[in-house]
């Protein structure tokens, strides 16, 4: 099991589950942040982090968001398992599921 980002992080990407995420397993892609779900080692350290509400266990994850499970494992078939999110830096790509998002609410207090 492991941790996933979903919609809300879409177009947000707070970055303060980044500095809790104490094996640095959260990766930046263009629109939005993603959990590597072979490096995530389920502390939850993440989830509180967030402040926009983003972050789910992956069995809790309400279910209008169900597809961003995979859409942060897909992020990942062509990066491997890089080892770290630091020293790979923000990606130029997302998961095609997120590209075809319309631009989202900016609006959200952090």
């Known amino acids: 099991m492991t941790y996933i980002i979903a919609q809300p992080c879409v177009d947000v990407m707070d970055r303060g589950c980044v ?11 263009k629109r939005m942040l993603y ?9 939850g350290a993440c989830e509180p982090a967030c402040p926009v509400e983003a972050i789910f266990y992956e069995d809790d994850t309400p279910d209008e968001w169900e597809e ?3 859409a942060n494992v897909g992020f990942f078939d062509d990066l ?5 999110a630091a020293g790979l830096g923000p990606q130029d790509f997302d998961h095609p599921m997120i590209t075809k998002l319309p631009p989202q609410n900016q609006d959200v207090e952090i």
């Not at 500095?19 to 892609?29: K, L, N, Q």
């Not at 491997?80 to 770290?84: D, F, K, Q, R, V």
Request: glycine content about 14%; hydrophobic content about 15%; charged content about 30%.
């Open 80 to 84: 491997g398992s890089p080892g770290g």
């Open 35 to 43: 959990i590597h779900p072979d490096e995530c080692v389920d502390c």
């Open 68 to 70: 961003y499970y995979d």
């Open 19 to 29: 500095e809790e995420c104490p094996v640095d397993c959260i990766y930046e892609g």
